[in-house]
């Protein structure tokens, strides 16, 4: 049943469990399908049912509005994750995965990556600027050349979401595959 549909029909009968029972199985159709434009419609739809009093029925509404809410979120992240993983050169992917193991030094990472140190260090200060890495505070500060780096939130998910995702070594990306960089790439990446 279209989405119009089920919302034409659940604004004349807002309390009928029928009609929001209809409205919940159109959710789930629509959920595996990610199409995010109807989505979205649907809670524009629900947002503008006129409101039952306070009830099961106006309950259950909001339910369905936050569900589908945080499902638009959950697949703009996931959109966000592949769109930086993409824009990533294979020595970034290789860093985001080796410090999603743990902490590591610059000469470190150089030395497991088989690396050239200066070209670690290059790399990790765009991933630094791209919010993606960051130094790992321990007592004595110093500079990022004895200061461990880490992931931050956002570089674990593209972390996990590259070891998820690659069955070989980001390292083994074919040349010139890459893929077009948009406008939810951080800056600091596109200079890659």
């Not at 509404?61 to 703009?76: F, S």
């Not at 088989?114 to 630094?128: C, E, G, Y």
């Amino acid at each position: 049943m279209k989405v119009e549909k089920v919302l034409s029909r659940l604004g004349q009968a807002p309390e009928a469990v029928e009609e929001l029972r209809a409205a919940g199985q159109a959710l789930g159709d629509e959920l595996p399908r990610r199409r995010l434009d109807v989505l979205r419609a649907f809670r524009a739809g629900l947002a503008r049912l006129p409101a039952p009093a306070p009830s099961f029925a106006q309950g259950y509404l909001l339910a369905l509005a936050d569900v589908a809410a945080a499902y638009d979120a959950a697949v703009e992240e996931a959109h966000t994750e592949a769109e930086i993983a993409a824009a990533l050169s294979p020595l970034a992917a290789e860093i985001l995965v080796g410090l999603n193991r743990h902490p590591a030094l610059p000469k470190e990472l150089a030395g497991a990556l088989h690396k050239d140190r200066a070209a670690v260090s290059r790399t990790l200060t765009k991933l630094h600027r791209a919010h993606l890495v960051q130094d790992y505070a321990i007592a004595g500060g110093g500079d990022g050349r004895v200061r461990p780096q880490r992931l931050t939130l956002l570089g674990q998910r593209v972390a996990r979401y590259l070891a998820d995702r690659a069955p070989v070594a980001p390292a083994n990306r074919r040349a010139g595959s890459e893929a077009p960089r948009s406008e939810l790439v951080p800056a600091a990446l596109a200079a890659d």
